[in-house]
């Protein structure tokens, strides 16, 4: 079946490259108008709109740094001037993620975690909410990730703040459903993309032995999940996660 979002329009923070753009790229190919947004490569995130507009995309670019909220007032105000109100959005975006020991991390790399992981997705919600409010419909998909579920160790900022980022995603769908928005979440696993590639080998080979379907996972397989999300045919579906990892969710 293929999910059309025809005369939808759709915003993914962060995504000019990587997971972003994968799933920007899905969206756009089901029908929606698709907003890239980026912060600091500019390079990337033209070459990102033009791959899109390649594949008949109706697309726009807009950098905004969506950890603060009135850059990202002035980001949605910007979508509603050219493509209307937004009817789908897809918090992405994520600063760098390293893996280290509890004592190695200090308070400010954990808040800076729950500002990208939970207050951005707040903020971005409250400014999106008046549109979709009075329309009685709107899709709000939060790219979480497989961690949270996994309990990997090493890692304690990044999952405590996925882990909230689901918990307040459940509780968004129970408070918005009356109004005809659902609220769910895609949890990733490790899927290589550009970021990745200075990734020890023999860590990428240890993590791929884990994968029950054995191969790795694109970034169009995320894209896909977040696509049903966002169609009609889920419009029963509110408060779940989807993990696409190939099977390594240990449940």
Same mark, same amino acid.
């Given at each position: %079946? *293929? ?7 759709? +915003?993914?923070?962060?995504?000019? #490259? @990587?997971? &972003? ?97 939970? %207050? *951005? ?7 999106? +909410?008046?549109?979709?409010?009075? #329309? @009685?419909? &709107? ?113």
């Amino acid at each position: %079946m *293929s999910f059309s979002l025809s005369q939808k329009v759709a +915003l993914v923070t962060g995504s000019s #490259r @990587g997971l &972003g753009y994968g799933v920007a790229h899905a969206l756009g190919k089901a029908g929606a108008k698709v907003v890239l947004n980026y912060l600091n490569d500019r390079e990337s995130a033209e070459k990102a709109l033009a791959g899109l507009k390649s594949d008949g995309i109706h697309a726009m670019l807009v950098r905004a740094d969506v950890s603060n909220p009135e850059q990202i007032s002035s980001l949605v105000e910007a979508v509603e001037e050219k493509f209307g109100s937004l009817d789908i959005l897809v918090p992405n975006a994520t600063p760098d993620q390293p893996q280290k020991p509890i004592e190695e991390y200090d308070a400010d790399f954990y808040r800076q975690m729950y500002d990208f992981f939970v %207050m *951005s997705p707040f903020h971005l919600t409250r400014a999106v +909410l008046p549109g979709m409010k009075k #329309r @009685g419909h &709107g899709r709000i998909i939060n790219i979480t990730s497989e961690v949270f579920h996994c309990s990997v160790p090493e890692f304690s900022a990044y999952v405590a703040a996925k882990g909230g980022q689901i918990g307040w995603s459940r509780s968004m769908a129970n408070e918005l459903a009356p109004h005809g928005i659902t609220v769910n979440t895609v949890a990733p696993g490790w899927i290589p993309t550009a970021r990745h590639e200075n990734e020890p080998q023999d860590a990428k080979d240890e993590y791929l032995k884990t994968i029950p379907l054995g191969r790795w996972g694109k970034p169009e397989d995320v894209g896909n999940a977040v696509s049903y999300f966002a169609s009609d045919e889920a419009s029963f579906i509110t408060g779940q996660t989807l993990c696409v990892n190939g099977g390594r969710t240990p449940w």
